[in-house]
Structures are given as structure tokens and as C-alpha cells.
């Protein structure tokens, strides 16, 4: 059974940083193009960033300049890299396929950004 497992998150003041890691396991990671989303509170969650099997990426308008997503198809094979962090960033992040079938959530790691 495919199981992820996301950290990295914490506590941060505007502008600080964070980087989030994804473990996979359970599945041929580098066959799938994979995704970060969030949920903030009250809201749905959303994609934020994607890469492709190839390391093509794309993000949300809210993230271009800040976050950068990585892939090494390694143990901890996703990354997101978020810089200058602002509070509208607050959410629960979460790591999973970009398309097609979802995978089973994980638990998400929790990123706040506090003034």
C-alpha cells in the first residue's frame, strides 16, 4: 500500500523559510508526476505546486518566485522549497500524485506563518 509521509513544517515569521519533504513508499515513485497542495482552514485544499516525472514544474500564481518544488526519485524523493513566506501561506501542506488516481492522504505537515 503507497504511504506518504510529509514534514518540514513549523513555525515561521513573514518572510522566513521552510522546506517540506515528501517520503513515498509503497510505489515506483518516479513513475508518477507528483504534487504539493494545502488546506488552509475553512477552505478546500488546493494544488500548489507540480513536477513531472521529467522535473518539469508549475505553480500557482500566489507561490511563482517563492516556492520551488524538486524531486531527487529518492527515499524522500519530493521537495518544496518555500521562501519569503507570507501568513496567506498558512496551511496544512500535503504531498500526492498530480493526476489521475490520488493516492491515500497523509497526514500533511502543518505550516504557519505568524506576524
Known amino acids: 500500500q503507497v504511504r506518504l509521509v510529509e514534514s518540514g513544517g513549523g513555525l515561521v515569521q513573514p518572510g522566513g523559510s521552510l522546506r517540506l519533504s515528501c517520503a513515498v513508499s509503497?510505489?515506483?515513485?518516479?513513475?508518477?508526476?507528483m504534487a504539493w497542495y494545502r488546506q488552509a482552514p475553512g477552505k478546500q485544499r488546493e494544488m500548489v505546486a507540480t513536477?513531472?516525472?521529467?522535473?518539469?514544474?508549475t505553480y500557482i500564481d500566489s507561490v511563482k518566485g517563492r516556492f520551488i518544488v524538486s524531486r531527487d526519485n529518492g527515499k524522500r524523493p519530493v521537495y518544496l522549497q518555500m521562501n519569503n513566506l507570507k501568513p496567506e501561506d498558512t496551511a496544512v501542506y500535503y504531498c500526492n500524485a498530480a493526476d489521475g488516481i490520488l493516492f491515500p492522504w497523509g497526514q500533511g505537515t502543518q505550516v504557519t506563518v505568524f506576524s
Open positions: 509503497g510505489t515506483m515513485f518516479s513513475s508518477y508526476d
Open positions: 513536477i513531472t516525472m521529467g522535473g518539469r514544474t
